[in-house]
């Protein structure tokens, strides 16, 4: 038997003793009104004594005594009474909506598995916020060193193509970081931890496609005559030097033959128009090849002007019909010529190997010229990119909707397992109270 029905048993055993069923006999009746009537005129109200054999009938004292009634109150307070032992020993209610009707322990259990639930949701959202938040810092991340290393490769494929060697490895690096995160934030990188961009973001970065694999194209290229255009500039560093020695020789001839006098007009125009050479030859060498790319018209004049000294100097050697001049007999002019057309046949050599990369020189000056017209669109869209991105950072709404979802389910489960909490430790005083009151007038009737 449970602890609350023997309080019931408790109770119901002390309302049958206060009315014992031989007070109810069948000598009197209990009217309506609670009075109980009490026949007096019975004989078996009448007291016989007998007395030395006579027998004498005397009234019972009990005849003469006013009859007893219950109070009138009896009812209503037994009622009250056992409406009261209802309502302590009854099952609580915690007023809490839909699981309000449920008894306390199943309360608890669905309250606490919504306050699990609740707690697991905003880590969860949390989680998602941090995430979202490490994406987009990578995107934004990746779009900025793009936009970088766009500029940077117009810059250094410039400088390559001038053959300096530490700008190949800054053209190969500018390259490939930025065709690497322009596809990674178009389609998603795991070894760079970037994930597909969002559709606004995308719809900006979709056109620059054609322009970074067209620039990913040239600056291949422009690596692949990295040998090319590092002799071509070293030759050309060459002739350029060479024509300063070329020019020193050839003014000393020129000053030599006219202290030696008899200098017939051909031979002075021939003269004149080799120093002058000298000079144009390192001029052409050093437009030959610049920033802006390959000069065609220095392609020309390095050409004509390599052919004509060389026709010049052998004439005034060796005697040229064409040119109307007489071979040098005069040793202090002939060992200069000679000198000077040595060293002339090195600087044509290296013209000569200069002329023969034009293909790849004019090819290389196209892959350069591609380049740096790509990279201010490439800049345009990288920014605009870059502008869409820092217009979707944040949380998103979505995060955001389970956040306050999963909120909501804490804070309504903290409050319900209080609530609950509240209403068990408010019953469990009921009871003992009851039991008190009950043990006491126990006590006082026993």
């Known amino acids: 038997m449970s602890f609350l029905s023997r309080i019931k048993e408790l109770g119901k055993s002390q309302d049958d003793k206060e009315v014992a069923p031989e007070s109810l006999s069948t000598e009197g009746f209990v009217t309506a009104t609670g009075a109980q009537s009490v026949d007096t005129q019975s004989p078996q109200h009448q007291s016989t004594i007998q007395v030395g054999g006579n027998t004498t009938t005397v009234d019972s004292i009990i005849s003469e005594a006013a009859p007893s009634e219950f109070p009138p109150d009896y009812h209503e307070n037994r009622q009250q009474k056992t409406d009261a032992v209802d309502s302590v020993l009854s099952e609580p209610q915690s007023g809490l909506p839909v699981i309000g009707g449920l008894r ?49 490769l117009a810059k250094s494929v410039s400088q390559a193509l001038v053959g300096r060697a530490q700008a190949f490895q800054e053209v190969a690096e500018s390259s490939k970081v930025l065709a690497s995160n322009v596809r990674g934030l178009a389609q998603g990188d795991s070894k760079l931890g970037l994930t597909e ?35 071509v500039s070293q030759a050309l560093r060459e002739v ?68 004509e000294f060389k026709e010049i100097a052998e004439g005034l050697l060796n005697g ?3 040119l109307k001049l007489a071979a040098a007999k005069d040793p202090e002019i002939r060992e200069p010529l000679e000198a000077l ?16 990369t034009l293909q790849g020189l004019v090819a290389s000056r196209d892959a350069q010229v591609a380049i740096i017209d790509d990279s201010e669109p490439l800049r ?11 217009q979707g950072a944040g949380i998103g709404g979505f995060t955001i909707v389970l956040i306050l979802l999963f909120l909501a389910t804490t804070v309504a489960a903290g409050y319900g397992l ?29």
Request: net charge positive.
């Open 240 to 307: 350029n030097s060479q024509s300063s020695e070329l020019l020193d020789l050839a003014e000393g001839i020129v000053q030599a033959r006219i202290e030696k006098g008899n200098l017939s007009a051909a031979e002075s125009k021939a003269l004149t128009q080799m120093v002058m050479l000298t000079q144009r030859i390192g001029k052409s060498a050093n437009e030959f090849l610049t920033v802006e790319g390959v000069s065609t018209e220095a392609v020309f004049l390095l050409g004509k002007d390599l052919n």
């Open 104 to 152: 306390l322990d199943r309360q608890q259990r669905v309250l606490g598995g919504a306050l699990a639930v609740g707690v697991l949701g905003l880590m969860f959202s949390a989680f998602l916020a941090v995430n979202s938040a490490d994406k987009r810092a990578a995107q934004a991340g990746a779009t900025g060193q793009a936009l970088m290393q766009s500029q940077r």
């Open 380 to 390: 345009k869209g990288l920014e605009d990119v870059q502008q869409r991105l820092a």
């Open 197 to 231: 961009v969002p559709r606004a973001a995308k719809d900006a970065l979709m056109p620059l496609m054609p322009l970074v694999d067209r620039a990913e194209k040239n600056a291949n290229y422009v690596q692949g005559q990295k040998a090319t255009l590092t002799k």
């Open 418 to 446: 209080l609530r609950v909490f509240l209403t068990d430790q408010t019953h469990r005083r009921q009871i003992a109270e009851f039991q008190r009151q009950e043990a006491e007038r126990m006590e006082r009737e026993a």
């Open 320 to 322: 040229s019909s064409d």
């Open 341 to 356: 057309q040595k060293l002339f046949e090195g600087t044509r050599a290296q013209a000569s190997f200069i002329l023969s």
